[in-house]
């Protein structure tokens, strides 16, 4: 709607966000157009900020622990596992491996990415589904933990892949299992980082 127009300011004033430029003004509504997880974020203002005091800026707030619901991400849980395979798959299935969602990540800053290595070769470069597929069940593995639920993959993605499923369901099942909350505790390593042998292991399975 703003088209190639510059704009000079942005404020937003109760559900509108309201757009200026030299020429015009516009009021858009800030629900259908804000980024979905800064609906359900939990985490509003800048935290940790005894650890870092000088370091912030406006107002922040100290956290113990985070209250989620993830209502957000209840109809994909209610399904089966079969019926989840076939969603993710079907959401998947369109994606072309550009990557844009792991340009967009702020936590995607490895110097040399997994599926940029060719020793060794962790798996195809084409578009068939299994290569996607293992393209994101890995990042997701390198998200588990680390994600911040920022949103930005998903909004970047051209093919307009909900990402931000998946990294909903990570962060409940980091919260579940290791009581874990990404970007809160500074001295505490994400559980995909860290390793106890006292670890739970129940998912591992004894051969016959
Ligand atoms: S941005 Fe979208 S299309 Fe590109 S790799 Fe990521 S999920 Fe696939
Ligand atoms: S939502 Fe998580 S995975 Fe996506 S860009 Fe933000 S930090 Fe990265
Ligand atoms: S997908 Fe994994 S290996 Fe690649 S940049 Fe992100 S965290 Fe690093």
């Known amino acids: 709607e703003i088209g190639e127009r510059e704009i000079l300011e942005v404020s937003v004033l109760g559900n509108n966000v309201i757009v200026k430029g030299k020429d015009f003004e516009k009021e858009f509504l800030f629900d259908e157009y804000v980024n979905d997880l800064c609906k ?3 985490i509003r203002k800048p935290p940790l900020v005894s650890k870092f005091p000088d370091l912030y800026v406006g107002e922040c707030e100290e956290y113990s622990d985070i209250v989620d619901d993830f209502t957000d991400i209840e109809e994909f849980d209610s399904k089966t596992p079969e019926e989840k395979w076939e969603y993710i798959t079907d959401a998947l299935s369109v994606c072309t491996r550009c990557y844009a969602c792991r340009e967009a990540c702020p936590m995607c800053y490895c110097s040399l990415c997994f599926v940029d290595q060719n020793k060794p070769i962790w798996f195809g470069k084409t578009t068939d589904l299994p290569d996607i597929i ?3 069940l890995i990042r997701a593995m390198h998200m588990a933990g680390r994600c911040v639920a920022c949103g930005a993959c998903s909004l970047v ?5 909900d990402l931000n499923l998946i990294n ?5 099942i980091v919260k579940e299992r290791f009581g874990f909350t990404s970007g809160l505790d500074p001295d505490t390593l ?8 006292e670890d739970a292991e129940e998912f591992m399975l004894e051969e016959d």
């Not at 909903?168 to 409940?172: I, N, Q, T």
């Not at 994400?190 to 042998?197: G, I, L, S």
């Open 40 to 42: 359900t974020c939990k």
């Open 134 to 136: 293992v393209y994101h």
């Open 157 to 161: 993605c051209p093919m307009g892949i």
């Open 168 to 172: 909903r369901k990570l962060e409940k």
């Open 190 to 197: 994400p559980p995909m980082v860290d390793f106890k042998m």
